[in-house]
């Protein structure tokens, strides 16, 4: 892969065999004004201005024009202009940044000015009645800092011993401000520690009752000035334990057990009770899924690994009938579950369970959740055997500061600043598990309590529960556990899609046959099978298909490209399944389109045999065979061995006993009708164990002739990348041995090479993938070869530098050299016409595209009212494409864009691909209609050639449209669009 030049935004792709894709990018803007609804903007009247000043000279059209103004921080400040005749006003405001247009069409533009705004001009732009634009001049802005005041003061606060409080404040005047709070003690305003910040909040006791405070604010502009005092209340006892009944308890562990397991196979999973196979539910224990809009819903085993948004399983773990006591007022509490669940590390490599949780809250606010835990532990140096853990008591998480309420309580167990200290040989080490390293990068670093993780170093889950210093850090921090009394939270169970719909057959379907499409859903639903033209729909029923099998007697050409779904509902709501793509295709019979060549190889080399087979139903590549004869056809064996798809059988090593053997490939389909290829022959070369090259026909070559030649490498293994930026590929050519042979300096001064390369180039890859074998075709030209002068096929190993594109040869080690035989020079008394022409020095041929670097911003128009829809056009950038390669490969450019600032989708977003100037046998991409289906928010075409076009320069361009609701509101919106090209 080649990559692309950034400095001039050109990309240049050179290859042999594979293609190689390449992305640049343009950055789309959008201005959406407050226009009156009924007003249409001139499509002129709607360009966004340029991000640099423009000078403009004075508008001798106004009669009044924006004037400079000097305002305090804060204040309102109203410009102002007056052109009889305007119909449409665009106020621009321009600072160091470039400038912007401004919402609103009016004479007069009034804002509320802050210092960010000194310095800045503003200046407004008209239309008049013909539509012609003038512009104003520009008025400065100066903005005064005024010096900072307490807007609104902290408020008296009343809280529960051993809860938070809380203080605020809200300042004026020119920020940025400073804080301090104070504290009165013993009749003097003190300063607290820390407390330097808008807010001041701190967990209090009962000692706190009665305190006073207050904060200084200031800024850069004045005197710091004290805000009014604020009284606070401390309120200690009261209430009562009162019993509770049908608590529950719901924790998800930590974001580890969120997603992918740490060996980034299958899912870490819950599962109700303490054996190892999954399990929903069991007693007083359910695992559930929290999805988006925040509510619950049941799951199966088949989709306890089906994250409940994004990457994330959002699974917990939810206990009900908890019972115990509680004070509301006191937030005192301990309340006892019955039941287990067990957490499935690895995707139940490593399995440990939670049973008979209790939790106990204290009067100050602190607490521990505490349970009886057990499994099984797995070590990483042997993680296939496992041994039992026994069962014992342990602190799973404790608290600092509870806010217990009469519904519950939202818990964060502690972690931050824990210490661990691991056991050894039984004794509790004096060295922290979390080096000081650790500590001093990482300001959160903690761990979970030290029970809990003593039992973890014997699941052999270590680490995973403190500080390592180690990327998966932060999501080893414990989840919030949730406490609800006197009900359980509500569970949906719609309906699971456990299999979405498939089919046996192969695809394309055989018209005028049976078709089964089957899919499996879990729980008592409302089945109902759909059809559609798009996979967006619009969907409609299929008669009579309600159960999980849909049944189509007969397949016509009308299922062709159709899509079907099902649908499934209850009472909790419905699921919908993936959609799958029927394609159907008359019935024809196994044959070969094209049959297979004969076979030159080098004896222990690689060798391919390529055909193509056609039919439907489908071939089965499991029925793909080679066989072999030795006796000119007389009996045939199987060629064991090797590897066959549907287009090739691959010999992985061709034994030097094949030279002279027929072959033939026999083919079955999927129903077992057979058909069988015509004979080829094997023609095998003894190996020397060196680099070699093979050339036929072996005989001698005429000169005045144009002689096609096949080339067949072996035992070339090209080197992988010398550092990071040179890479080896292999040269072959045909060569005048006055210029090279082996052992001299590499040259690209050859006589011929083949179409097959990339300029003589093939690349490490290739080689690599083929064991270091190749068979490509050279021409060698009419008139190109003299008598007197020796000529044969070489090949060397080329280095390039991929950061400035040199080549150097200086390699010898895969240096090799097969002579090419001329015909006998003519006899004496014939004549000999020579004549000389200059050699023409051919280019290796590029693929390079280019946008330019210096403007890569297309400015669409300013947003028309279009009744339904607001709309905004423009022109894509030229796009030049350029190839020169030869053969002239396939390529195509196509663009992707992504979502819109403020949170537009790039669904609304389309264009009309063109071809501005031809070459390259470029040709237009398909029209992507704004707002219809993804939009451009999916990959669209540009422009693309087909294989064998002629060599050329093509410029693509597009047509943008943009088609936005008409509630979006006035802004300036910007997406990028990133421009891929495959080559």
Not at 222 to 235: H, Y
Not at 302 to 320: D, E, H, V, W
Not at 779 to 808: C, E, M, N
Not at 964 to 982: E, K
Request: negative net charge; hydrophobic residues 40%.
């Amino acid at each position: 892969m080649t990559p692309s030049r950034r400095a001039d935004l050109t990309v240049r792709s050179r290859y042999p065999l594979s293609r190689a894709a390449h992305a640049l990018v343009a950055v789309i803007t959008v201005l959406v004004g407050a226009a009156p609804a009924a007003a249409t903007r001139p499509t002129e009247a709607a360009a966004t201005p340029p991000t640099t000043k423009a000078e403009a000279a004075t508008d001798t059209g106004f009669t009044a024009q924006p004037q400079p103004q000097t305002a305090p921080d804060g204040s309102a400040v109203t410009f102002s202009a007056t052109y009889p005749g305007a119909v449409l006003y665009t106020w621009y405001r321009t600072d160091a940044a470039g400038t912007k247009a401004l919402p609103g069409n009016a004479a007069t533009y009034t804002f509320t000015a802050t210092y960010a705004d000194n310095g800045a001009t503003y200046s407004v732009r008209v239309f008049d009645s013909a539509f012609v634009q003038h512009r104003s001049d520009e008025a400065k802005l100066t903005v005064t800092p005024v010096a900072a005041t307490v807007t609104e003061p902290p408020h008296d606060a009343s809280v529960q011993a051993y809860q938070s409080a809380r203080f605020t404040v809200t300042a004026g005047g020119t920020s940025p401000y400073t804080y301090q709070w104070q504290r009165l003690t013993a009749g003097t305003w003190a300063d607290i520690a820390g407390a330097s910040k808008q807010d001041y909040a701190f967990k209090t006791a009962p000692a706190d009752d009665g305190a006073q405070f207050r904060v200084l604010v200031g800024n850069a502009y004045g005197p710091r000035i004290a805000s009014a005092p604020a009284r606070l209340d401390v309120t200690s006892g009261g209430g009562s334990l009162d019993p509770v009944a049908h608590a529950s308890l719901e924790w998800g562990i930590n974001t580890i057990y969120q997603g992918g397991n740490p060996a980034n196979s299958g899912c870490n999973f819950f599962s109700a009770g303490t054996q190892a196979p999954f399990q929903p539910r069991q007693g007083n224990v359910r695992i559930v899924h929290r999805l988006p809009d925040g509510s619950a819903q049941g799951i199966s085993d088949a989709t306890k690994c089906i994250p409940g948004s994004g990457t994330q399983l959002n699974q917990r773990a939810l206990f009900t009938e908890g019972a115990g006591t509680a004070n509301p007022v006191t937030g005192e509490a301990t309340i006892k579950w019955t039941g287990a669940f067990t957490a499935n590390a690895y995707s139940g490599m490593v399995t440990w369970y939670l049973k008979d949780p209790v939790l106990t809250i204290a009067a100050d606010g602190t607490g521990t959740l505490t349970a009886t835990s057990g499994g099984m532990g797995s070590s990483r140096a042997n993680p296939g055997t496992q041994e039992p853990i026994a069962a014992r008591t342990v602190t799973v998480a404790t608290f600092d500061q509870v806010l217990l309420t009469t519904t519950g309580a939202q818990i964060s167990p502690s972690f931050a600043g824990v210490d661990y200290f691991p056991l050894v040989d039984g004794k509790r080490s004096t060295t922290s598990a979390i080096s000081d390293t650790v500590k001093k990068a990482e300001p959160g670093w903690g761990s979970w309590p030290q029970s809990f993780v003593d039992f973890q170093y014997e699941t052999g889950l270590s680490t995973y529960w403190h500080s390592s210093g180690l990327a998966g850090d932060a999501d080893k921090l414990p989840l919030d556990i949730t406490v609800g009394f006197n009900a359980a939270p509500v569970v949906k169970d719609v309906p699971v899609i456990l299999a979405n719909p498939s089919t046996a057959a192969a695809q394309p379907y055989v018209e005028g046959r049976g078709l089964t499409v089957t899919a499996d859903v879990d729980g008592d639903a409302d089945l109902r099978w759909e059809r559609a033209s798009s996979a967006a729909g619009p969907w409609t029923a299929i008669d009579g298909a309600t159960t999980e099998t849909l049944t189509i007697a007969a397949v016509d050409s009308s299922w062709n490209g159709t899509y079907v779904r099902v649908v499934a509902t209850n009472g909790d709501g419905r699921a919908v399944s993936t959609a799958v793509r029927l394609s159907t295709a008359p019935y024809a019979a196994p044959a070969f389109a094209k049959q297979p060549a004969d076979v030159v190889a080098v004896a222990g080399n690689r060798a391919v045999v390529s055909f193509q087979l056609t039919g439907n139903p489908a071939i089965d590549a499991g029925k793909v065979t080679l066989e072999r004869s030795d006796d000119k056809g007389a009996t045939w064996t199987a060629w064991t061995g090797v590897t066959a798809t549907t287009a090739d059988i691959t010999i992985a090593a061709v034994p030097a006993d094949a030279n002279g053997a027929q072959g033939r490939v026999v083919a079955e389909n999927v129903e077992g009708a057979r058909t069988t290829s015509g004979v080829f022959s094997f023609r095998v070369f003894a190996s020397t164990g060196k680099p070699q090259l093979v050339v036929l026909p072996d005989g001698p070559v005429d000169p005045g002739k144009e002689t096609a030649l096949t080339i067949v490498g072996a035992g070339f293994p090209v080197p992988d990348w010398a550092s990071a930026t040179q890479t080896y590929s292999l040269d072959v050519g045909l060569f005048d041995a006055q210029v090279w042979q082996p052992g001299k300096q590499g040259t690209r001064d050859w006589v011929a090479t083949s179409p097959d390369s990339s300029s003589g180039q093939i690349y490490h890859d290739w080689m690599a993938m083929t064991g270091g074998t190749f068979t490509i075709g050279l021409r060698v030209p009419a008139g190109k070869l003299q008598a007197g002068h020796t000529y044969g096929i070489g090949a060397f190993l080329r280095l390039t530098d991929i950061s400035t594109w040199q080549d150097t040869f200086g390699n010898r080690s895969l240096d090799a050299w097969t002579p090419i035989r001329l015909t006998t020079v003519p006899a004496d008394g014939s004549q000999e016409i020579v004549v000389e022409v200059p050699e023409q020095q051919e280019e290796p041929g590029e693929f390079l595209w280019t946008i330019d670097a210096t403007d890569r911003t297309v400015t669409l128009s300013t947003a028309e009212n279009k009744g339904d829809y607001l709309q905004s056009t423009g022109d894509l950038k030229p796009v030049k494409v350029t190839d020169t390669r030869a053969g002239g490969p396939a390529w195509s450019v196509s663009g992707v864009a992504g979502p819109f600032t403020g949170g537009l989708p790039a669904s609304y977003l389309g264009w009309t691909p063109a071809v501005a100037t031809a070459g390259a046998g470029a040709q237009a991409g398909t029209a992507v209609t704004a707002g219809d289906g993804d939009g451009l928010g999916a990959s669209a075409t540009l422009g693309y050639a087909a294989d064998g076009h002629a060599k050329g320069t093509a410029v693509l361009g597009a047509r943008m449209d943009l088609r936005l609701p008409v509630t979006t509101a006035p802004g300036t919106y910007s997406t990028m669009l990133t421009l891929t090209a495959l080559s």
